[in-house]
């Protein structure tokens, strides 16, 4: 194999983190605050539960890639909205792709936070009614701790999903790692060490993060060593 | 617009017949991919739950990789990294050109490849939920391990991991979309067709929605009557 | 009654640096009741479980009936020909475990059916009779099609001894039998032991029920930090023992039950 060409790749791939990572962030936050609506609107009535049902079947049902294609191409397929003012974002690849994202995101986060929610055992709620704790204390004190310890896990492998998902973006001819390796493979018909070179830098992002969430696990594991019992010893 | 609904019949002008042998060519995909996904799946949890170090590290590495590589990524490396592959070979051979490798062949690789690294996990997960002494009495008994495997170990863990092979099979038919970039003409690829040569992208990228979620819903419903039928036959106390 | 059914020799058993037994010598004769007791942790299931090989011992002899095994050094790796004389020495075997362990997926007949249909690979239809017939023996014929999930644990621990009985086994050992059982449940399931005793079976059993060891057993052993201190027949270990420590031990558990 042949090392300057290596060494030359890794520069031009990594060119395209910062848009993988600002797809990532994104769609995170994005989908992040749907799914918290979806939530809301899955407390509020009947009706909103199957709406929010509805939504994640939806979006859990069919494949990313459809989705961003439908978001893309569809559309254009409609005069009413070719002259309205929202075109000239909907023409935006990126502004699809992202949205996509968002939109895909949020149905696998919302079922993530509502196992999170249900995490808490009927007897913390019912110590807590017990022990004379408002509904908003108790949702501050007891039943949100718990969600979020829950819920970290499965959020972590989702931030991960996210992260490789952007890589679809590139269907779209995003210049995103993923992106710009398929431009040099087809320039330079390399597939496999480009291919592979992209692959790593993605491992690595993959890897760095699921340190991260595990460190924070570990950090709000309740057999923990208190910070004071350590400072003690 | 309605007019247009035509268009997904399977008349003279429809392209129903088309979309239906698409849908067959996602479903034949995904289902040599999780067949794949599950030799690999139960040849992995073997090496991590009882294999020699070697294989167990080698399960283990396997697992972080394809867990840390986008999909898309791995289908590439499988479709163009294999045609550069067979290019060269053929080659040294004296032919040349460019060699086409099979679309389907590859894709059904590269995500039976994903799928099994996640089935790992649920066999996995099920077999450490088996009480060991259940083990342990069949062992007494002078059970063969081929026997025990068989007569022990499969059936109890299979009610277990139904719900996470369930959820690896949809992955897999999901995953299937992205086999379109290699060419082979599967639902993503023909709506996409179809929308290109009638220019009707709204109607065509919807069915496909539509295709995709009449699979998953009714092969979850196949899984979801399978999981049943053995729960009941398990903990009847809990299921009827 | 001079055969031997079951012989240990110089059994050794560490866990890590955990010496749990320290040369067990042991023989059981055909026909002959041996209860083992001893305190918490002194080594008797460990002792149980070496028999059927469940662990492997680090060095010692074990036979049942004609076949055997030697074993010469911790984590030994047992040769082909080790293999199939375990497979045959377990297949001389009943276990009954502190926990029952029936095999959730399949009814009560079925627990008692598999092992003489999968692995002694007998006709069905005998199996089946067989199976029957010992369902019947302790008391749960009505039950037989219920799944262990539906069965009350002295009545799962019956079925476990069926299942045990089923492989016609040539001794029966017996892990506890009643400790995971509430109070009321134990009656019914040392009944069925005690008949099983009476009919001359080969039995090894360990047990916290003095009362009843005393009453059952030939022989009776005490176990104490991975060696036999004291054994004798039940008169002598349970009501005279040579051992000061025995003696406090089977005073304490006699005048608590
Ligand atoms: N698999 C194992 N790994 C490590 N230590 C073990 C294991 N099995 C048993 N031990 C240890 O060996 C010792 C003897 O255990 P064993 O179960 O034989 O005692 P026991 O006499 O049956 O006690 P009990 O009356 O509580 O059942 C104990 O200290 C136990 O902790
Ligand atoms: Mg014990």
């Not at chain 2, 139960?42 to 590495?61: H, N």
């Not at chain 2, 986008?70 to 045609?83: E, H, T």
């Not at chain 2, 290699?182 to 023909?190: C, I």
Request: aromatic share 8%; with cysteine.
């Amino acid at each position: 194999m042949d090392i300057h060409f290596l060494l030359g790749l890794i520069p031009t791939l990594l060119s395209g983190l910062p848009l993988t990572l600002e797809l990532t962030v994104f769609s995170l936050l994005g989908g992040g605050v749907i799914a918290l609506l979806l939530n809301g609107l899955r407390a509020g009535s009947i009706v909103g539960a199957r709406v929010a049902d509805f939504y994640v079947f939806l979006f859990r049902g069919s494949p990313l890639l459809l989705q961003i294609f439908l978001i893309y191409y569809a559309p254009g397929q409609f005069s009413f909205i070719r002259h309205s003012f929202v075109w000239p974002f909907l023409r935006e690849p990126y502004v699809c792709a992202l949205l996509a994202l968002m939109l895909n995101d949020a149905a696998y986060t919302s079922e993530i936070i509502r196992a999170g929610l249900r995490a808490a055992p009927r007897g913390a709620i019912e110590a807590a009614v017990v022990g004379g704790m408002s509904p908003l204390t108790r949702l501050r004190r007891v039943i949100l701790p718990l969600a979020f310890r829950q819920a970290l896990p499965a959020y972590g492998i989702e931030i991960t999903g996210m992260l490789k998902s952007t890589s679809l973006a590139s269907v779209v001819t995003l210049m995103d790692v993923t992106g710009i390796a398929s431009a040099e493979v087809s320039q330079t018909y390399r597939a496999i060490e480009v291919f592979l070179t992209a692959a790593v830098i993605y491992l690595v992002l993959v890897t760095l993060v699921t340190y991260g969430v595990q460190r924070l696990e570990g950090w709000l594991s309740p057999t923990r060593t208190p910070l004071s019992a350590r400072s003690a010893a | 617009m309605w007019d247009d609904l035509t268009l997904l019949g399977f008349g003279a002008m429809g392209w129903g017949h088309a979309l239906f042998t698409a849908a067959t060519t996602t479903v034949a995909v995904s289902a040599c991919a999780f067949a794949l996904g599950l030799a690999i799946g139960t040849l992995c949890a073997w090496a991590k739950l009882s294999g020699p170090a070697p294989l167990r590290r080698l399960a283990e590495v396997y697992g972080v990789v394809l867990r840390g590589i986008p999909d898309l990524l791995v289908i590439y490396l499988f479709y163009f990294g294999g045609r550069q592959v067979a290019t060269t070979v053929a080659g040294l051979f004296g032919h040349h050109g460019p060699v086409e490798i099979s679309g389907f062949a590859a894709g059904a690789i590269a995500i039976g490849l994903i799928s099994g690294a996640g089935q790992t996990e649920v066999l996995r997960g099920a077999y450490q939920a088996i009480s060991p002494g259940t083990l342990e009495a069949a062992k007494v008994g002078g059970m063969t391990r081929w026997t025990m495997f068989r007569r022990i170990i499969a059936p109890q863990a299979l009610p277990t991991a139904l719900p996470g092979l369930n959820n690896q099979w949809q992955s897999a038919i999901k995953e299937s979309a992205l086999v379109s970039v290699t060419g082979l003409v599967e639902t993503m690829r023909e709506v996409g067709i179809a929308a290109g040569s009638t220019e009707l992208p709204f109607l065509f990228y919807a069915a496909g929605i539509v295709i995709y979620l009449i699979i998953t819903s009714l092969s979850g419903l196949v899984f979801r009557t399978a999981e049943w039928r053995a729960m009941r036959s398990q903990m009847p106390a809990r299921a009827r | 009654m001079t055969e031997a059914a079951i012989r240990l020799s110089g059994i050794h058993k560490s866990f890590g640096a955990h010496h749990v037994l320290r040369g067990i010598d042991l023989q059981a004769r055909n026909g002959e009741v041996i209860s083992i007791i001893g305190g918490s942790g002194s080594g008797k299931s460990t002792l149980l479980r070496c028999v059927p090989l469940l662990e492997q011992p680090d060095s010692g002899q074990i036979a049942v009936g004609d076949d055997s095994i030697s074993l010469g050094e911790p984590g030994q790796r047992l040769t082909g020909r080790d293999r199939q004389a375990m497979r045959r020495l377990r297949s001389q075997l009943g276990f009954v475990f502190q926990n029952f362990n029936l095999w959730p997926h399949m009814t009560a007949l079925q627990n008692v059916m598999e092992l003489p249909l999968h692995v002694q690979k007998r006709p069905r239809a005998e199996c089946r009779e067989e199976a029957e017939a010992l369902l019947e023996r302790v008391g749960l014929t009505a039950r037989r099609d219920a799944w262990p999930s539906q069965l009350s644990g002295g009545q799962q621990q019956r079925v476990a001894i069926a299942r045990a009985l089923a492989v016609r086994p040539r001794a029966l050992l017996f892990d506890e039998p009643t400790s995971a059982l509430d109070p009321e449940l134990v009656g019914e399931v040392l009944t069925v032991i005690r008949a099983l005793a009476e009919e001359g079976r080969t039995m090894v059993l360990v047990t916290h029920e003095m009362g009843f060891a005393r009453h059952v057993s030939h022989r009776a052993i005490y176990l104490h930090d991975g060696r036999i201190e004291e054994e004798g027949p039940p008169e002598q270990v349970f009501d005279n023992p040579l051992s000061e420590r025995c003696r406090r031990f089977v005073s304490h558990h006699l005048s608590r039950n």
